[in-house]
């Protein structure tokens, strides 16, 4: 199972777009969205709750911290956080597992599982940079929502694929979402 958690941060696009690549791979998933997360998917694409229920095989809210993702014993393969606030990576920096998007992101680490952090901020304090600094020293993958251009992307879409496909390099899950370099301005 891949967890996937989204945040109240700008760029829930991203979120939108994995959990329809994982729905599209037949991929088993499990998703938490914050209460500050729901206003920005509505505000910024029109979504609601149900609309989110449908992309996923396993929904849990997120003040649940008796929901399975929660415990060691469940075996999800990794989680990504997309998009993921500050406050949310200073609570995994510092352990505060105090929902269940902050302890499944402990559970990952506890467990080497693979976490991947989405941040979508800037600019950036030094107090951000130290709390991601943290989670990647203890196996955490920072990946911020930075798109490339060398792809030549012609809307949006295309500049949100690339994103998605840089995660789902991380993931090990082949895909066709964007252009890799081919060592060559083409």
């Known amino acids: 199972m891949i967890v996937v958690a989204i945040t109240g941060a700008s760029g829930v696009v991203y979120g939108i777009r994995l959990l329809e690549f994982l729905k599209k791979m037949e991929k088993d998933t499990a998703l938490v969205v914050t209460e500050p997360a729901r206003f920005i998917l509505e505000y910024e694409m029109g979504i609601n709750e149900n609309h989110l229920k449908q992309l996923c095989n396993h929904f849990y809210k997120p003040d649940d911290l008796t929901s399975v993702i929660n415990s060691g014993s469940c075996r999800f393969e990794s989680m990504i956080i997309i998009p993921c606030t500050m406050k949310t990576i200073s609570a995994i920096s510092t352990g505060f597992g105090d929902n269940a998007v ?85």
Not at 120 to 142: A, C, D, F
Request: no cysteine.
């Open 102 to 186: 902050t302890r499944a992101a402990d559970v990952a680490l506890k467990e080497r599982r693979k976490l991947i952090l989405v941040p979508r901020e800037t600019p950036l304090r030094t107090v951000h940079l130290e709390n991601m600094l943290k989670i990647s020293q203890e196996g955490g993958i920072i990946l911020p929502a930075m798109p490339a251009f060398y792809h030549q992307p012609k809307n949006m879409d295309e500049l949100v694929d690339f994103l998605v496909g840089k995660i789902l390099d991380v993931l090990n899950i082949d895909h066709h979402l964007y252009q890799r370099w081919q060592g060559e301005v083409p």
